[in-house]
């Protein structure tokens, strides 16, 4: 189902300079010479900054001083041995990129991520040098070289720690160390090739890396209602779910609430050190909202689909962040495991269309048939702010209304109607620890990809859905 608006997603870098201290202009290049290695972008930081210093996958750092007024002032300094020029530029959200010149074709041909690229988001998401001494990313490849062998060329590039191996995706996630990104570069940086009709053009390094990706992180969505949808007109029909496999990929799953334990297929943990165990209660929320059997409330507030069985990839830490790569992993998962719909509560900044998160949606539902039903997000109400992988065109991406026809103030633009579910308070018990029941919300019952002919909110659950139209072929879930 092509989503209209999706479109605006891309949205391009503003090559405008960063606003700096007294309001003078940032250069948009500037030269770094070996010794020193330092840019000089910029004067140093005044007194009263705060600062903050972070290696890119380069080996380059960049220095951000923030003023008390929130200007900014930044340093880049080339690796060592290295001398080169940095560029900046100002991204649709204000947030800053440094892009070393040695990355910049790689860049322009896509063979390089720009979130590797966006300090603002490094540094928020945890990874400035005082934080943390690796850098996420994962690998692509273009010859499909099978699990041990990606696992077997990530071990093998210099300071790299592999991680999650993605091997229907040709990918491979990996921790690199910032104390060794620059030998770490000169194996997976893009070979610069003659253009073609004025666009940069680039070949695989010597690592035979096609595209290297920010293993950026994502976090719980949360939006969400039951009698809303139609779901009580649904199981007088005969309809309830049953017979469809519905993975949630979330927080995890408590597997002693009454109202899921019955459903529950088969759980996995794809975050490093943890089981499926849910330590936040999100994802048995989720889990609840969608398959919940109304035991704990004596059958009063029952999920959408009661007789759907339920798949469980624990993607997201105890605190609801998760990086990508462990998100793709439970992606793939839930395919194999022959899922009929995945919900992914959950999402990250979509800054550009150049997504690996809604590039997998794409590829996992054509490959397989899987409906990936996923949270459009809560930083609406402006213009193009659905959430990754919501952009997704494959994706069943659903928003959140305040009622059957007004949208939620909240909710965010650049999908249909048809995308819509209720926002109401939605009553799910999270635990048995939590005895009171919560009206926190969360996500939206997943509805089929069919538009009304009004404004009234769809009514038939996913699960319902497929339990009644099963797919024929991968071409039948969109």
Request: hydrophobic share 35%.
């Amino acid at each position: 189902m092509q989503h209209p608006n999706r479109g605006r997603t891309t949205r391009r870098l503003m090559a405008t300079a960063l606003v700096i201290a007294v309001s003078a202009s940032l250069p948009a290049f500037a030269t770094a010479q070996a010794e020193p290695r330092t840019t000089g972008l910029t004067q140093p930081a005044a007194k009263g900054d705060t600062e903050a210093t972070v290696t890119l996958v380069t080996g380059d750092t960049v220095t951000v001083a923030t003023a008390p007024d929130g200007k900014q002032s930044v340093t880049a300094t080339a690796a060592e041995g290295t001398s080169k020029t940095f560029q900046t530029f100002s991204g649709p959200d204000e947030d800053l990129y440094v892009y070393p010149s040695d990355a910049m074709d790689g860049i322009a041909s896509g063979a390089l991520d720009t979130k590797l690229f966006n300090v603002t988001q490094l540094i928020k998401d945890g990874y400035a040098d005082a934080k943390a001494t690796e850098l996420p990313v994962i690998l692509a490849y273009g010859d499909k070289p099978g699990a041990a062998a990606l696992k077997q060329r990530t071990d093998a590039l210099p300071a790299s720690d592999a991680g999650a191996v993605l091997d229907r995706l040709d990918m491979a996630g990996s921790e690199v160390e910032k104390s060794g990104a620059g030998a770490f570069w000169k194996q997976v940086k893009p070979v610069s090739k003659p253009p073609k009709e004025g666009r940069s053009v680039t070949a695989p390094g010597a690592a035979g890396v096609t595209k290297l990706w920010y293993d950026g992180k994502a976090k719980v969505s949360l939006d969400t209602s039951v009698p809303q949808i139609g779901a009580p007109e649904a199981w007088a029909k005969g309809y309830d779910g049953k017979g469809a496999k519905v993975a949630v990929l979330d927080t995890g799953i408590d597997l002693t609430n009454a109202d899921v334990k019955d459903n529950i297929a088969v759980t996995k943990g794809f975050v490093p050190g943890l089981t499926a165990s849910d330590g936040q209660g999100h994802g048995t929320h989720v889990a609840s909202t969608i398959v919940g059997s109304g035991a704990n409330s004596g059958g009063k507030y029952k999920g959408v689909a009661p007789g759907a069985d339920l798949l469980v990839g624990k993607v997201l830490d105890n605190a609801g962040s998760g990086q990508f790569s462990w998100i793709l992993e439970g992606m793939e998962w839930a395919a194999t495991q022959g899922a009929d719909v995945v919900n992914m509560s959950l999402g990250g900044p979509a800054a550009s269309p150049d997504d690996v998160m809604t590039e997998a949606v794409d590829r996992l539902s054509a490959s397989t048939g899987t409906l990936f039903v996923v949270s459009a997000g809560n930083s609406g109400p402006g213009a193009t702010t659905i959430g990754s992988p919501g952009t997704a065109d494959s994706a069943l991406t659903v928003g959140a209304v305040d009622n059957p026809r007004d949208c939620s103030a909240s909710e965010t633009t650049g999908l249909t109607l048809a995308d819509l579910a209720p926002s109401a308070s939605q009553y799910a018990r999270t635990s048995p620890a939590n005895s009171s029941w919560t009206t926190t919300p969360s996500a939206a019952p997943p509805t089929p990809p069919t538009t009304p002919s009004n404004n009234a909110c769809p009514k038939p659950t996913t699960a319902d859905y497929r339990s009644r139209n099963p797919p024929r072929s991968p071409d039948a879930t969109t």
